[in-house]
């Protein structure tokens, strides 16, 4: 088993490396201070082949691995995160659910706009009442005609303000097994954007309501029955986050390290005390920990989605892991590192984000817990007996 990059992995590793450093690095870090989405960035990413790299090359992509795309993602969050959250969109994110099971008619419509940097798509799960809990999703969507009829409302979106497409998990009944996905686009009628609210990261997001929402028919992504195959592309996303957490704990390491060798305290680099190095050493083994989990499951995706488990112990491992590596960076720092004029105080909000975006640790070593045991947990009351229902 070969655990090293192979040549043409370490040399993409290095281009993305210098385009990062050359083309955003400037502008790092200030984006969501000014709260502006980095389209010039997204443009860029475009133009030099990184919008659709694990898309297929009949839509638009370029076939390549999610280890590929992983690895372009570390180089990039690491110089600038919201050019990273740029990548998301182009490669892990809702546009693979719309590659997968998008017709090609709308396809050709859509991902054209996306792939160059010029639009953006969220997927539109959690609910006020089904966060967690995607089984119990109230949006409701009937077919009439050659026209869908949606009524609910989703929370926390992705650039909700900014996108132009939301792919938009519904139920077409009342039974579970008629979950599915629709392709909602801003300003068709019956759809309104909540107001502009925003994380603890800085990042925006705002409510979806749709009431009595005209979607053509065509724009039906999974019809019923959809969980296994939302779920089944949900995993690439999940690895898009875990990797920019992954990426952020590394640039957070790096700082710390480069700061204890030059900040000195009692005449001696911080570097020299038993303490710091303790800490160095435990953040440096989670990080490669976490390294190792994520691109097993990337690679034994190969090109197409990584399995359940492997996705939840990664994504579940490494979100826990750098929020640890990052609370020690700020540690080592002091005072600097509390500082809004410093980068790792927004690493340490925006990666304590990724702990509850695309699922919790807890939930997480849920499945983990199933697939171990190779059952199903309900995390759900049990159900009163007839006797009791009487009574």
Same mark, same amino acid.
């Not at 450093?21 to 201070?33: G, I, L, P, R």
């Given at each position: ?49 990184? &919008? ?20 372009? !993602? ?9 050019? @990273?959250? !740029? /990548? ?5 994110? #809702? ?53 869908? $009829? ?23 009944? =009342? ?73 952020? #704990?590394? @640039? ?23 303490? $710091?190095?303790?800490?160095? @050493?435990? &953040? ?39 929020? =640890? ?22 690493? /340490?909000?925006? $990666?304590?984000?990724? !702990? $509850? ?35």
């Amino acid at each position: 088993m070969d655990f090293t990059l192979t040549k043409e992995q370490q040399d993409l590793k290095k281009w993305a490396r210098d385009l990062a450093k050359e083309k955003f690095s400037e502008k790092a870090y200030t984006w969501v201070k000014n709260k502006e989405v980095p389209w010039e960035n997204a443009r860029i990413l475009a133009e030099h082949g990184l &919008m659709g790299m694990t898309l297929p090359e009949e839509d638009g992509g370029q076939g390549m691995t999610l280890v590929e795309a992983i690895i372009v !993602m570390e180089e990039i969050a690491k110089v600038c995160p919201s050019t @990273a959250d !740029m /990548f998301q969109v182009g490669n892990f994110g #809702a546009i693979r659910q719309l590659a997968a099971y998008g017709s090609p008619e709308l396809k050709a419509r859509v991902l054209p706009q996306i792939l160059a940097g010029e639009k953006l798509i969220s997927v539109a799960m959690s609910e006020p009442n089904a966060g967690s809990a995607t089984t119990d999703l109230e949006t409701r969507a009937r077919v009439e005609g050659d026209k869908v $009829i949606v009524n609910g409302s989703k929370v926390f979106n992705t650039h909700g303000p900014h996108n132009e497409y939301y792919v938009v998990w519904v139920r077409f009944g =009342e039974d579970v097994k008629s979950s599915g996905a629709i392709l909602i686009e801003r300003g068709m009628p019956g759809f309104v954007l909540g107001k502009t609210e925003t994380h603890m990261s800085g990042e925006e997001h705002c409510a979806l309501y749709f009431e009595d929402c005209e979607v053509p028919v065509g724009n039906i992504l999974v019809p019923d029955n959809g969980f296994k195959k939302l779920f089944t592309m949900f995993n690439i996303e999940r690895m898009g986050n875990t990797s920019r957490s992954l990426a952020l #704990a590394q @640039a957070a390491f790096d700082m710390a390290v480069e700061h204890a060798k030059e900040r000195h305290q009692f005449g001696r680099p911080l570097a020299e005390f038993q303490g $710091i190095q303790w800490k160095v @050493a435990e &953040m440096k083994m989670k990080l490669e920990a976490g390294r190792l989990l994520l691109y097993k499951a990337a690679t034994n995706a190969d090109k197409g989605a990584p399995s359940p488990l492997e996705a939840s112990m990664a994504k579940c491992y490494i979100n826990t892991t750098a929020f =640890e590596v990052a609370h020690e960076a700020v540690q080592i720092f002091g005072g600097y590192g509390y500082s809004t004029d410093y980068p790792l105080e927004y690493i /340490f909000r925006r $990666i304590r984000g990724w !702990m $509850i975006a695309g699922g919790t640790p807890e939930m997480l070593k849920n499945k983990i817990a199933e697939e171990v045991f190779d059952m199903r947990f309900s995390q759900r009351p049990p159900k009163p007996k007839n006797s009791e229902v009487l009574s």
